[in-house]
């Protein structure tokens, strides 16, 4: 049974910080590329940030310079750091784990960045 567990959301205000984890089960983590995904009220998910097997990633335009996605394959969790955050990187974040024919989805862990 594949799981993504997805923590780290909260409250913050402007210019703070937040770390995400989302650790895998259930799958040969190191060949799949990991994923970091955001959904806004009202708005379509769409990708914040990606890392493959071999460590090569990719941002978002609108979070390049302020995040970063990193993973640790012997704990088989993958992380996003988020410094820097505005009001609008307010969203549900959810964890995505893709290889070939398989896509996975954590829950979404919520991400509130208000005064």
């Known amino acids: 049974q594949v799981q993504l567990v997805e923590s780290g959301g909260g409250l913050v205000q402007p210019g703070g910080s937040l770390r995400l984890s989302c650790t895998a089960s259930g799958i040969l983590f190191g060949i799949y590329t990991m994923g970091w995904y955001r959904q806004a009220p009202g708005k379509q998910r769409e990708l914040v940030a990606v890392i493959r097997s071999g460590g090569i990633t990719n941002y978002a335009d609108s979070v390049k310079g302020r995040f970063t996605i990193s993973r640790d394959n012997a704990k088989h969790t993958v992380y996003l750091q988020m410094d820097t955050l505005k009001p609008e990187d307010t969203a549900l974040y959810y964890c995505?784990?893709?290889?070939?024919?398989?896509?996975?989805w954590g829950q979404g862990t919520q991400v509130t960045v208000s005064s």
């Open positions: 995505n784990a893709y290889a070939a024919t398989n896509n996975y």
